[in-house]
């Protein structure tokens, strides 16, 4: 079990902060103002999770952040990755995916004559371009540094009927 973790002593221009952002209109502001006020009345995290039906964790994550940050705790922060991972392909793999892409997914094994981005991330692999199975978005990632947007294939039905255009448009209208 985690030592119980409190928010600090707060001076009276923090305390009338937070009860000001506890009324906000943005939610996070006011979950985060809530879970401070309700830690300065020692209330412990996990009480104050149990309130809000959230983990403990947030709340003593709010707690940390306000600690460490002061009233900078109550705005959100950004949602991007604090760690971007390198590509999984170098420029090279990406030029031998875009080849792949002009042979049929059939001579690699696959029963599918169409092209999809798992059967692309498995063709790769097979042919060495990348060191382990990577994942749809990463080939959908190689595929835009080539300057092509993916879309899925469509299967088109036709008929050896040679009157199958002028049926198929007195049905569909």
């Given at each position: 079990?985690?030592?119980?973790i409190f928010?600090?002593?707060?001076?009276?221009?923090?305390?009338?902060?937070?009860?000001t952002?506890?009324?906000?209109?943005?939610?996070?502001?006011?979950?985060?103002?809530?879970?401070?006020?309700?830690?300065?009345?020692?209330?412990?995290?996990?009480?104050?999770?149990?309130?809000?039906?959230?983990?403990?964790?947030?709340?003593?994550n709010?707690?940390?952040?306000?600690?460490n940050?002061g009233?900078?705790?109550?705005?959100?922060?950004?949602?991007?990755?604090?760690?971007?991972?390198?590509?999984?392909?170098?420029?090279?793999?990406?030029?031998?995916?875009?080849?792949?892409?002009?042979?049929?997914?059939?001579?690699?094994?696959?029963?599918?004559?169409?092209?999809?981005?798992?059967?692309?991330?498995?063709?790769?692999?097979?042919?060495?371009?990348?060191a382990?199975?990577?994942?749809r978005?990463?080939?959908?990632?190689?595929?835009?540094?080539?300057?092509?947007?993916?879309?899925?294939?469509?299967?088109h039905?036709?008929?050896?009927?040679?009157?199958?255009?002028?049926?198929?448009?007195?049905v569909?209208?």
């Amino acid at each position: 079990m985690p030592n119980p973790i409190f928010v600090r002593a707060l001076s009276a221009e923090e305390l009338a902060a937070l009860r000001t952002a506890s009324r906000s209109s943005d939610l996070f502001t006011v979950r985060r103002a809530q879970f401070l006020l309700q830690s300065h009345a020692r209330r412990s995290a996990a009480q104050i999770a149990a309130d809000w039906g959230c983990t403990s964790q947030t709340v003593r994550n709010a707690i940390r952040d306000f600690n460490n940050d002061g009233l900078a705790a109550l705005r959100p922060g950004s949602r991007r990755p604090k760690h971007l991972r390198p590509s999984s392909f170098d420029q090279q793999g990406i030029e031998a995916l875009g080849q792949l892409l002009h042979r049929s997914p059939r001579e690699f094994g696959f029963a599918n004559s169409n092209w999809s981005l798992p059967r692309l991330a498995a063709a790769a692999y097979k042919q060495g371009l990348t060191a382990q199975l990577v994942s749809r978005e990463s080939v959908r990632q190689a595929l835009l540094k080539l300057g092509l947007k993916w879309r899925k294939a469509r299967a088109h039905i036709t008929s050896p009927d040679a009157h199958y255009l002028r049926k198929k448009s007195a049905v569909t209208g």
